[in-house]
């Protein structure tokens, strides 16, 4: 497993978060850090491959395990944890920062990402297999009429961390990783919040009309079970942009033997991000407003 510069710090909330950087090797790219966001049942982890690989690419690469998660602290029940509280971390997160990181978060923490912005502005925000701005509930209405199994072995390890790992790797990859990969992920991963699934259910849902404008990327798994495609473009009309998609991959596609082509896909929006707000930027003022 890759080695990286942790920052263990004390947050506002007064617990101790943690921060994994990479920074850029060789050549700095002229663009705003990447602060990378997981899933439920996750933390900064599941970010192993690409965090080296962005920094290789001149990015000034950073994850965060949200409170609860990894190795960062809570200062309550874990379950009282909520979307707020993981906000209030990126929120931190980004204050650490040289500048104003561009937010990747992957499943809850593109739904986290989105919350975000109602707190402060952020240059651009790429959504990867993210719930959507509707919240859970359609994501459990498909699991339930098309893999009924899968959402039971969830419900079950969310509860006591039991269930058939089995089934639920084959619903998270498309191409399963290697067994001892396997293994680590299973010794890895972790319960998410009640709290936390209920405001994405409907509680804490993102309001528009309260989000920072912002540069959205909206980016699917071709074979995700647990976000389907119907439901990133559905994501992706609601911010008024395509879809992206990577191809030949399942939810958890940063973890998938073949992460490297879908870091590739990834880094080519960023690229597209940069050269469309350069071009922005370039235009007179008059044609802006």
């Known amino acids: 497993m890759p080695s990286f510069n942790e920052s263990s710090t004390m947050s506002p909330h007064n617990r101790s978060l943690e921060l994994l ?19 439920a049942f996750a933390g900064a982890w599941c970010w192993r491959h690409f965090l080296p690989w962005f920094a290789d690419a001149g990015f000034d690469a950073w994850a965060l395990s949200f409170s609860g998660h990894g190795n960062s602290e809570r200062d309550k029940p874990f379950d009282a944890l909520g979307i707020g509280d993981y906000v209030a971390d990126v929120c931190w997160a980004a204050a650490q920062m040289p500048q104003t990181p561009v937010l ?27 719930v959507p701005p509707s919240g859970l509930s359609a994501a459990l209405w498909h699991q339930l009429t098309h893999a009924p199994r899968t959402l039971i072995e969830m419900n079950r390890f969310l509860a006591k961390r039991r269930g058939d790992m089995r089934l639920l790797a084959r619903a998270l990859f498309h191409h399963l990783p290697e067994p001892q990969a396997l ?8 319960p998410e919040s009640m709290r936390a699934l209920w405001d994405m259910i409907g509680f804490a849902l993102p309001s528009r009309h309260r989000q920072n404008p ?6 699917g798994a071709e074979h995700d079970q647990i976000i ?22 399942g939810h ?9 082509r879908h870091a590739q896909a990834i880094l080519g929006w960023l690229e597209e991000i940069r050269r469309d707000e350069q071009a922005r930027q370039a235009l007179p003022l008059s044609l802006i407003r």
């Open 21 to 39: 950087h990479e920074p850029p090797r060789g050549a700095a790219r002229s663009a705003p850090p990447l602060l990378f966001l997981h899933g």
């Open 104 to 130: 990747i978060g992957h499943s809850m923490g593109g739904f986290v990402a989105q919350k975000a912005l109602e707190q402060r502005a952020f240059p651009a925000v790429l959504l990867l297999a993210s």
């Open 228 to 249: 389907p495609p119907e439901l990133v473009s559905s994501t992706a009309r609601h911010y008024g942009v395509a879809p992206r998609w990577l191809t030949q991959a």
């Open 252 to 260: 958890a596609f940063m973890l998938e033997p073949d992460w490297p």
């Open 183 to 190: 293994q680590e992920f299973r010794r890895a991963s972790q």
């Open 214 to 219: 912002t540069r959205w990327c909206v980016v």
